[in-house]
């Protein structure tokens, strides 16, 4: 993403509630994609979600519409389950499961509100005579009848706002008050499968010590990039990227991401009150003095039973002079299955050099898995009880980290080709 002019510094102003701990900043909004690049999200059709029956029904579908699909795009999940679990009679044993695991209390009135809110978007999708079209509730009052129909195109490769931005109506709750606001997407498939992208970005500015930073994060991603202050900026790696609990340098200081709120509306960081047992060494020595699953940081610990032999795996078991690469993948995951060949490929002819561990998230036959792609490298099953992984912020599939022989994190989220490369031109 280029061309953020300097005049950002006076058109976005940063917005401090200050207590003598922690500080929350609210970002602004912007129509462009941001620091993730162009990125999109494909999702499942709604009749296949768990959730399914918190969604929203929705009426007026074309009745000319052949191949019909309903997909609910949830932009404020708690919201939903708190305010679904206040307008049921009676409390599902699901929906029951659902509080205590997002960790949702049913009488907190500062962060949800009973009101039924706008907290997804509802897409119909359906082929008529001239092609594939779909239609987004725009203004959400679940109803298709008000809103326009617009053909199906192929995933954008412009980091610009469509030229029709579809618009999207949306409400959160924020210290004890009901917040209206909108959002832009952008609808698009490819060989069948529904994508959404979002083309805005949060963005604001903060001096410290005579320099200035942005904070910036893309709509619906996680994690936020925290960066020196420049006229422009393109797409930023993974490695720049702190999620919430990781680590992130202003100067010589640092500062930790407690929390992302309201996808990035507002931040919270703790500052170097807070840390001041790392601030004099986390710069110079972090690999020794702080462990986090973020690049530059001491990889947490890794244990588990290799099923392939039996023996249990431990990062301490690994040769010094070795590099290590963790995949976490699932026996689900497409982009996963199609790059293990690949990376058994790698794992052979640079066996002397990485050792190779996968964490996979059991869901078909693994056995089957590792027999087609005739995997010999450690292969350790998430769901066992023996698995150490916790601390290892695990958000999608494949997630990879590669360790250097001291076990600090050198790179996150490398595919077969990245990795290869770095490996031909780094340690050869």
């Given at each position: 993403?280029?061309?953020?002019v300097l005049?950002?510094?006076?058109?976005?102003?940063?917005?401090?509630l200050?207590?003598?701990?922690?500080?929350?900043?609210?970002?602004?909004k912007i129509?462009?994609?941001g620091?993730?690049g162009?990125?999109?999200?494909?999702?499942?059709?709604k009749?296949d979600?768990e959730?399914?029956?918190?969604?929203?029904?929705?009426?007026?579908?074309?009745e000319?519409w052949?191949?019909?699909?309903?997909y609910?795009y949830?932009?404020n999940?708690k919201?939903l389950?708190?305010?679904?679990a206040?307008?049921?009679?009676?409390?599902?044993?699901?929906?029951?499961k659902?509080?205590?695991?997002?960790g949702i209390?049913?009488?907190?009135?500062?962060?949800y509100t009973e009101?039924?809110?706008?907290?997804?978007?509802n897409?119909?999708?359906g082929?008529d005579?001239m092609?594939?079209h779909?239609i987004?509730?725009?203004?959400?009052n679940?109803?298709?009848?008000?809103?326009?129909v617009?053909?199906?195109v192929?995933r954008?490769?412009?980091?610009?706002?469509?030229?029709?931005?579809d618009?999207v109506?949306?409400?959160?709750?924020y210290?004890?008050?009901v917040h209206n606001?909108t959002?832009?997407?952008?609808?698009?498939?490819?060989?069948?499968?529904?994508?959404?992208?979002?083309?805005?970005?949060?963005?604001?500015?903060?001096k410290?010590?005579n320099?200035t930073?942005?904070?910036?994060?893309?709509?619906?991603?996680?994690?936020?990039?925290?960066?020196?202050?420049i006229?422009?900026?393109?797409?930023?790696?993974p490695?720049?990227?702190v999620?919430?609990?990781?680590?992130?340098?202003?100067?010589?200081?640092?500062?930790?991401?407690?929390?992302?709120?309201?996808?990035?509306?507002f931040?919270?960081?703790?500052?170097?009150?807070i840390?001041?047992?790392?601030?004099?060494?986390?710069?110079e020595n972090?690999?020794?003095?702080?462990?986090?699953?973020?690049?530059g940081?001491l990889?947490?610990a890794?244990?588990?039973?290799?099923?392939?032999?039996?023996?249990?795996?431990?990062?301490d078991?690994?040769?010094?002079?070795?590099?290590?690469?963790?995949?976490?993948w699932?026996t689900?995951?497409?982009?996963?299955?199609?790059?293990?060949?690949?990376l058994?490929?790698?794992?052979?002819n640079y066996?002397?050099?990485?050792?190779?561990?996968?964490?996979?998230?059991?869901?078909t036959?693994?056995?089957?898995?590792?027999n087609?792609?005739?995997?010999?490298?450690?292969?350790i099953?998430?769901?066992d009880?023996?698995?150490?992984?916790?601390?290892?912020?695990?958000?999608?599939?494949?997630s990879s980290?590669l360790?250097?022989n001291?076990?600090?994190?050198?790179?996150v989220d490398m595919?077969?080709?990245?990795?290869?490369?770095?490996?031909?031109?780094n340690?050869?």
């Amino acid at each position: 993403m280029k061309k953020i002019v300097l005049l950002i510094y006076t058109i976005f102003n940063l917005t401090l509630l200050f207590s003598q701990e922690k500080t929350i900043i609210e970002l602004q909004k912007i129509d462009s994609y941001g620091p993730h690049g162009i990125t999109s999200f494909g999702i499942s059709e709604k009749r296949d979600s768990e959730r399914r029956d918190l969604y929203p029904a929705v009426k007026n579908i074309p009745e000319n519409w052949n191949d019909v699909r309903e997909y609910y795009y949830e932009l404020n999940p708690k919201q939903l389950i708190y305010q679904s679990a206040h307008l049921l009679d009676t409390m599902s044993s699901s929906l029951a499961k659902l509080l205590e695991t997002e960790g949702i209390d049913l009488k907190d009135s500062v962060n949800y509100t009973e009101e039924p809110l706008a907290c997804g978007i509802n897409v119909v999708m359906g082929r008529d005579s001239m092609g594939m079209h779909y239609i987004i509730d725009r203004n959400q009052n679940n109803d298709f009848g008000d809103d326009v129909v617009r053909p199906v195109v192929g995933r954008t490769t412009s980091s610009s706002v469509p030229n029709n931005p579809d618009y999207v109506f949306y409400q959160y709750c924020y210290d004890g008050k009901v917040h209206n606001d909108t959002l832009i997407i952008s609808v698009s498939e490819i060989n069948n499968n529904v994508f959404f992208s979002f083309p805005q970005f949060y963005l604001s500015t903060l001096k410290y010590k005579n320099n200035t930073y942005y904070f910036c994060k893309n709509i619906r991603n996680r994690g936020v990039f925290v960066m020196p202050a420049i006229p422009y900026f393109s797409a930023l790696p993974p490695e720049k990227r702190v999620l919430e609990g990781q680590y992130f340098n202003l100067g010589e200081d640092t500062f930790k991401l407690s929390r992302i709120l309201y996808d990035g509306k507002f931040i919270e960081i703790e500052g170097a009150d807070i840390l001041t047992d790392t601030i004099k060494t986390v710069k110079e020595n972090r690999n020794v003095h702080q462990s986090s699953d973020q690049a530059g940081f001491l990889a947490p610990a890794v244990s588990g039973r290799d099923v392939l032999n039996g023996d249990m795996w431990t990062l301490d078991s690994v040769d010094k002079d070795k590099l290590i690469f963790i995949y976490f993948w699932s026996t689900t995951c497409g982009p996963c299955l199609q790059d293990l060949p690949n990376l058994t490929r790698i794992a052979n002819n640079y066996k002397d050099k990485v050792e190779f561990v996968g964490i996979c998230d059991v869901r078909t036959d693994l056995n089957a898995v590792l027999n087609k792609h005739n995997i010999n490298w450690t292969m350790i099953k998430l769901q066992d009880a023996e698995t150490d992984v916790n601390k290892y912020n695990i958000y999608k599939y494949p997630s990879s980290y590669l360790l250097n022989n001291e076990r600090v994190i050198q790179r996150v989220d490398m595919r077969s080709a990245q990795l290869e490369v770095f490996i031909i031109e780094n340690i050869l």
